[in-house]
């Protein structure tokens, strides 16, 4: 029950993630034609660079948990056992130390914009800016909760859930790096 519902939760958060994503793109398309046919978009501008702060950090849990972020594991990979597992402990231990520090102060931040009634500057003034601010707290909150999930199921004795198997054959590694983007 609850695995389902935390796995709900990163996806959830990484479709939203999407859908700011698609709203980038439409913003900048009518932006863009815009100055052709003299259409105004009151803080256009500013709207796409909410939309993309909210894809940059609710995407980060799902990310996470699909084993698609960037990992450095020059260390790590080398070794094995008992010793690794340390390691990934560590490495997870420092992770939810960071983002923790990070999704409590951003928190405290979307709270105090609320608390202060912050309104946004520019056109439209009179938008609390703590509701475009949710994305980029949700975002790190989510994150944390993803972490401390891996880290509960690390410290069980599993194997990582974000680290996929070693590729088989080349035809694999080329696939992974077709899907990558690479």
């Known amino acids: ?24 793109f439409v913003l900048m398309m009518l932006l863009s034609v815009g100055r052709l046919i003299e259409l105004n978009i009151p803080d256009g501008d500013l709207f796409v660079s909410w939309s993309m702060a909210a894809t940059a950090f609710l995407g980060l849990a799902h990310t996470f948990k699909s084993g698609e972020m960037i990992r450095v594991g020059l260390l790590i990979d080398r070794f094995r056992g008992r010793l690794r597992w340390w390691f990934e402990m560590a490495s ?48 790190l909150v989510i994150l944390l909760i993803a972490l401390l999930d891996e880290l509960v199921h690390v410290a069980s004795g599993n194997a990582p859930r974000y680290e996929k198997p070693p590729p088989v054959s080349a035809e694999e590694v080329i696939e992974r790096a077709v899907q990558s983007g690479v």
């Open 1 to 24: 029950m609850i695995r389902r519902l935390l796995d709900g939760l990163y996806l959830g958060a990484g479709v939203l993630a999407g859908l700011f994503l698609i709203a980038i």
């Open 92 to 139: 997870l231990l420092i992770g939810v130390a960071f983002i923790g520090f990070f999704a409590w102060h951003a928190v405290r931040f979307v709270y105090d914009s609320w608390r202060f009634n912050d309104m946004a500057t520019g056109v439209i003034p009179n938008l609390p800016i703590w509701i475009p601010q949710l994305g980029y707290a949700a975002g």
